[in-house]
């Protein structure tokens, strides 16, 4: 059972970066997603998550309007595409599944957002 980020890296202000989280040893569909980010001296904080119907979808307001979730059922993966990145972005993103006592975090790609 694991999540395995991909997609981070450095961009310009401005920019964008699409990650990917793809889950294996279980089925994404069944699980609230969501993702995180944690930058340097500050604590982890949620971004943005979707529950298991894809009906009820939630943005911190630092991100709302510039980044979306999405998840593809049959590619079992969870995605969050950024755009007008601001150089406060900067952080190690992390991906996480939850249901019941199922809590499965990914491992965090880094995003420098820098001129």
Known sequence: VQLVESGGGLVQPGGSLRLSCAASGFTLGYYAIGWFRQAPGKEREGISCIDTTDAEIWY??????????????????????MNSLK???????????????????GQGTQVTVSS
């Open 60 to 81: 911190a307001d630092s991100v709302k309007g510039r980044f979306t979730i999405s998840r593809d059922i049959a590619e079992n993966t969870l995605y969050l595409q």
């Open 87 to 105: 150089p406060e972005d900067t952080a190690v993103y992390y991906c996480n599944a939850l249901a019941g006592l199922s809590n499965y975090w």
